[in-house]
């Protein structure tokens, strides 16, 4: 770690004299008073990185100028005692890793391009290179008798939570789950079953352990919630993404551990499944690849029986779910991640509905056997399609802002009801 004899400040406003007591230090750069005055009254207006020596006084500044989807280094300007010193370097970094996490892609600079045969600015231009510039034009008629190069930067865009902290303007707390579930319609009592995604709707204060508490109060004492626990535990054999070899396959069907509803990590559940799973009280619906987890007093009722066969048919969860006419919560998501409409594939008949074979390793009789079944063969492609479809027909549904996304409630009666009868007259092709 390099510590640096000098403090890169955050952007603020008030620099206007700094800039100008940093630019009379440069006239060798900035020797054009019309020039330096534009300078100083923009920092005055902007607010401008800077960089203060032990002192408190600023020995540097860079301010930026937001355009569209760029951000430009309108003015980059170091004190000449403290040049090559990593004064400006440092500004740069800090910077470049704002506009990073503000999800900015490019940023670029103007400055006096080669045709100028000025040694101060062709060491002006080797800096921009080494921390990664590239030239991409020099204009004569930009500024008028000058020659300008243009130089830009491409930048990764910001991953993670530091991507979902860029995109939130403030943070989402259990509150606010809470109160947009009773907006949408979830109250005391409600039997839901959900599916969500947290990144879709902002930072959250408490992440997947507050959506949860958001949806235990929405629902009270007296709701269930009901959530997929799928574990994408198949055989490797028909695994597309990625593909296994095929001399991999017998050794996953002897070796590959039995499930076991407690150790069996989830698949593309997200984060609000696997904390919901892990409540003391919730149940497990103990299907290997397809199962549900269920929380409320009417939890043992909706998992007590999970056929291996046809996993989201009428005997499953899913069956019960539409029998006491539960409500579908989507939040942060649409309904190509909705599993209850995977009901309506087993109920509709359309053209090459068909099964397929499926294998996991369980424990039978105390033994760890590769067990194989049936089950239908999937196909959520039309689903967000449905979803559509069922809101222009009139259907009941509900949606409700929340951060950046939207928490949607439908009952799950008549949007099934509705989905088959669509599948029947829409699917005219078997799935893949």
């Given at each position: 770690m390099v510590v640096h004899p000098f403090t890169i400040v955050a952007p603020h406003l008030g620099l206007g004299a700094a800039?100008?007591?940093?630019?009379?230090?440069?006239?060798?750069?900035?020797?054009?008073?019309e020039a330096n005055d534009e300078y100083v009254d923009f920092v005055a207006e902007h607010p401008a990185w800077s960089a203060v020596d032990s002192d408190g006084v600023v020995i540097g500044l860079l301010a930026p100028h937001e355009h569209a989807q760029s951000s430009e280094i309108h003015l980059l300007a170091v004190r000449p005692e403290w040049h090559r010193r990593g004064v400006g370097r440092a500004l740069v970094e800090a910077f470049e890793a704002d506009v990073i996490r503000r999800g900015i892609p490019l940023v670029q600079v103007k400055t006096l391009g080669p045709l100028d045969s000025d040694a101060g600015y062709a060491r002006t231009r080797q800096f921009y290179a080494a921390l990664g510039y590239l030239e991409l034009e020099e204009m004569i008629d930009l500024w008028p008798g000058t020659p300008a190069l243009v130089m830009v930067k491409p930048l990764p865009g910001?991953?993670?939570?530091a991507a979902v902290i860029g995109r939130t303007a403030t943070p989402i707390t259990q509150g606010m789950i809470a109160t947009a579930l009773t907006e949408a319609g979830v109250g005391s009592g409600s039997v839901i079953i959900v599916h969500s995604s947290m990144s879709a709707l902002g930072w959250i204060a408490g992440e997947a352990h507050a959506v949860v508490n958001g949806l235990l109060d929405a629902i009270g004492?007296?709701?269930?919630?009901?959530?997929?626990?799928?574990?994408?535990?198949?055989?490797p054999a028909d695994w597309a993404n990625p593909p296994v070899p095929s001399d991999w396959v017998e050794s996953f069907h002897i070796h590959a551990p039995a499930f076991d509803p407690n150790l069996t990590p989830l698949r593309g559940m997200g984060r609000v499944a696997e904390c919901f799973a892990r409540l003391p009280t919730a149940r497990h619906s103990g299907h290997p690849n397809g199962a549900f987890v269920a929380n409320g007093p009417l939890a043992d009722r909706i998992v007590a029986t999970h056929p291996l066969p046809m996993a989201f048919g009428d005997a499953s969860p899913l069956g019960v779910l539409y029998e006491l006419d539960a409500r579908i919560v989507l939040?942060?998501?649409?309904?190509?991640?909705n599993t209850s409409l995977h009901l309506a594939e087993h109920r509709a008949n359309f053209a090459g509905k068909h099964s397929i074979r499926h294998g996991v390793p369980m424990m039978v009789d105390g033994e760890r056997r590769w067990v194989a079944f049936d089950d239908l063969a999937l196909d959520e492609d039309d689903f967000p399609t449905i979803g559509a479809a069922y809101k222009?027909?009139?259907?009941?549904?509900t949606q409700v802002p929340l951060g950046n996304g939207w928490i949607t409630v439908c009952w799950m009666r008549?949007?099934?009801?509705?989905?088959?009868?669509?599948?029947e007259q829409n699917r005219v092709s078997p799935p893949d």
């Open positions: 800039a100008r007591s940093v630019l009379d230090w440069l006239p060798a750069w900035f020797g054009i008073p910001p991953t993670g939570e004492p007296a709701g269930t919630i009901v959530m997929p626990a799928h574990t994408g535990l198949s055989d939040i942060g998501v649409g309904h190509a991640n222009d027909y009139g259907g009941d549904v008549g949007l099934i009801d509705f989905a088959v009868e669509w599948m």
